[in-house]
């Protein structure tokens, strides 16, 4: 596995615990080092057991050492990361084709080079024609990697899918072997050519991140017209055509992939003079709605948020990981403190380094200390632990607010508990 993240690591964990021996090679020495010390540099339930158990079983290397990874390898996964290019909307492939380039020049015998991390479609394509001087060696496989993050080792056990797409007929059977103990326990294994492998994947975070802007814009004209969008979200995704999932409001969608993947797929669309307006839209709305929301933060506290004291649960994209990337409370949280608010926060994955040179901004270990004296009381992640809150009891503060950016609570308890309390989408009860 080359690239040690998110999911090179789940993945090569994971691959290792059905069987295989498996190298996970990073640039990052600090990152190899902690995993050589048992450490996990991300946070991702479960894994830290199962890097032990793999690794004390000696199915499971982690080395800098890209040389003798590829040599030792007969299948070769790329795992890098593939971020937006800085002022552009275009992909960054560089680090793509950079272990592209060391593939080539440490190979000595055949490899299928399977390409993991999200690239455009052609990318597979671009990777051959690195690889031609010596082509006899090589078949470029696209393997696309759907885990989620904070459910990412069930996920590869039990995936919806598993997408293959190569342009020769051998390496099917190769990957069908190496998934094998996946679709023996009933994985679906679907097979297409490269270039529509690359293109489900985009296609697939596109349509998500389409669904979540989609119910997002209609909890705008719910609270307008005193309709709640759960009864909306439930009506419509009992749909069977339609489904319930992706359908709850929020904040803007956030992570490593969604932002980047849409702008991805535009810009990709734009090299074949395809106008994907829908998914253009979509970057839009998401982007606009972070101001929708510090908006509501004004409304509820005021124009003037001088020393009014905020406190955030939950900084993260989602539950259940520490990846900050695109967050919203990245926008939110800095324009606060701008505007002379006293932001504390606190995250159960632990400080961000994001928010260290914040001038006003204040990581907090618990969630009392957090929330003691606050003004308002902001829910940005669904962290399980933020699901059944005391407020009165912990904020202390007699004029306390709350706006709850996941619905977590019911407006009404809230109303008869005398907290005033403002969600997302629902009618406002206050
Ligand atoms: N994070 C997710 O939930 C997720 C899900 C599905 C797909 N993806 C895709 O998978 C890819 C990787 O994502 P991630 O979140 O794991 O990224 P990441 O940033 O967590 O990890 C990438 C790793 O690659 C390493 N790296 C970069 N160039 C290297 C090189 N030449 N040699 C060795 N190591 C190198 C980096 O040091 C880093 O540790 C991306 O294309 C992403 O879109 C991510």
């Given at each position: 596995m080359i690239g040690t993240g998110y999911v090179g690591l789940v993945s090569g964990v994971c691959f290792a615990d059905i069987g295989n021996q498996v190298v996970c090679v990073d640039k990052d020495k600090n990152k190899i080092d902690k995993l050589n010390s048992g450490i996990s540099p991300i946070y991702e339930p479960g894994l830290d057991e199962l890097i032990k158990k793999n690794f004390i079983a000696k199915r499971l290397t982690f080395t800098t050492n890209i040389d003798r990874a590829i040599s030792t390898s007969d299948i070769i996964f790329i795992c890098v990361g593939t971020p937006t290019r800085k002022g552009s909307i275009k992909v960054d492939l560089s680090f793509v084709y950079k272990c592209t380039k060391e593939i080539l020049k440490y190979s000595k015998r055949k490899k299928i080079i399977v390409t993991k991390s999200t690239v455009p479609v052609g990318t597979g394509d671009e990777i051959e024609k690195i690889v031609k001087k010596n082509k006899k060696l090589f078949t470029v496989v696209s393997n696309p990697e759907f885990l989620r993050e904070g459910e990412a080792i069930r996920d590869f056990r039990f995936p919806d899918r598993i997408v293959i797409g190569s342009n020769e007929k051998k390496a099917f059977n190769i990957m069908r072997k190496l998934y094998a103990p996946l679709t023996n326990k009933g994985s679906k294994f679907f097979t297409t050519s490269r270039r529509g492998a690359e293109l489900i994947k985009y296609a697939s975070n596109a349509f998500l991140a389409t669904k979540i802007t989609f119910i997002n814009e209609l909890a705008n004209l719910c609270e307008k017209s005193g309709v709640n969008i759960e009864d909306i979200s439930l009506g419509m995704g009992s749909d069977s055509r339609i489904?319930?999932?992706?359908?709850r409001a929020g904040p803007a969608y956030g992570g490593s992939c969604f932002p980047k993947d849409t702008k991805g797929l535009v810009s990709a669309a734009e090299k074949y003079q395809i106008n994907l307006s829908v998914v253009k839209s979509v970057i839009k709305s998401n982007q606009e709605r972070v101001n929708l929301l510090t908006k509501r933060v004004h409304k509820i506290l005021g124009s003037n948020l001088k020393n009014k004291k905020i406190s955030f649960l939950?900084?993260?994209?989602?539950?259940?990981?520490?990846d900050m990337r695109d967050s919203t409370s990245l926008k939110m949280i800095p324009y606060l403190c701008k505007k002379g608010a006293k932001v504390n926060y606190y995250d159960p994955s632990g400080e961000k380094k994001e928010f260290?040179?914040?001038?006003n901004c204040n990581y907090s270990s618990d969630i009392k200390s957090n929330c003691k004296g606050a003004d308002l009381v902001i829910l940005l992640t669904e962290w399980d632990e933020f699901k059944s809150i005391d407020f009165k009891k912990i904020v202390k503060n007699s004029k306390f607010k709350v706006f709850d950016l996941r619905n977590l609570y019911s407006a009404e308890e809230m109303k008869k508990n005398k907290i005033k309390y403002f969600s997302i989408g629902r009618p406002n009860i206050n």
């Open positions: 489904g319930g999932r992706f359908l939950g900084v993260t994209f989602k539950p259940n990981t520490d260290k040179k914040i001038k």
